[in-house]
C-alpha cells in the first residue's frame, strides 16, 4: 500500500467484501473477480484484515500481515475466512448478514521496532496510529490501530496481545520481545 486508495477503489472494496461473505453464507462458490475491471492497485500485491460487527460489538476478524496475493483477492479471501472460519465465532448465518458491517483495513509492510527496554518500547509505541505485531519464538499476535480505541492503555495493550499470543501478560516486561508495527487505512461501510 503505497499510495491511498480513492474512494472508488475502497467502495469497489466492501463490494467485494460483501459478495464474498454473502455468496459463502449462502453456500454459493465466489464468482472470479474481473481483474480487468480493477484498478492497478487493487491489483498489486496487498495484505488486508476484514473485520465484522454487529451493533459494534466484534463478529468476526481475519487477515494477514504480509501481502501474498493482489490486494482484491485478498480482501475476498478474509472476508469469507472473518464471515465463516474465525475461531472465536461460530459461522455467520444468513439471519446475520443484513445486520453485519464491514471494515476493511489495508496495511502498510510491517517494521521492526527497536527498543533498549520496556520504558523505551512504551515511548516509541504510537497509540491509535500503530498495529502492533509481537513475536516470541513461534508465537505472534497482532492488534490493528482500532484496537486503541478499547485499550488505550500502553501497558494494558501489551498486556492483552501477549494474552491474545498465548503467553503470561507480562511477558513483554521480562523477555525481550520482536516488535513490528504497521499502519492501516481503514474503512467500511455506511450504515
Sequence with gaps: MSTPLTNGEKQTLLLIAREA???AVMGK???????????QALREQGS???TLTIHGELR??????????????????????????????PPLTQKELSRIQIEVSCLTLPQEL???DVDDLLNKLRPHVDGVILKHGFRRATFLPQVWEKIPNPVEF??????????RGNLWQEAKLQ???YQVEEFHELN
Design 21 to 23: 461473505i454473502e455468496n
Design 158 to 167: 501489551l498486556e492483552q496481545l501477549c494474552y491474545k499470543m498465548g503467553e
Design 114 to 116: 527497536e527498543y533498549a
Design 29 to 39: 462458490a465466489a464468482s472470479p473477480i474481473n481483474q480487468t475491471s480493477l484498478t
Design 48 to 50: 488486508s484484515f476484514v
Design 179 to 181: 516488535v513490528l508495527t
Design 60 to 89: 468476526g476478524c481475519i487477515g494477514a500481515l504480509e501481502a501474498y496475493q493482489p490486494l482484491a483477492e485478498d480482501v475476498r479471501e478474509h472476508a469469507i475466512a472473518a464471515a465463516l472460519n474465525d475461531p472465536r465465532f
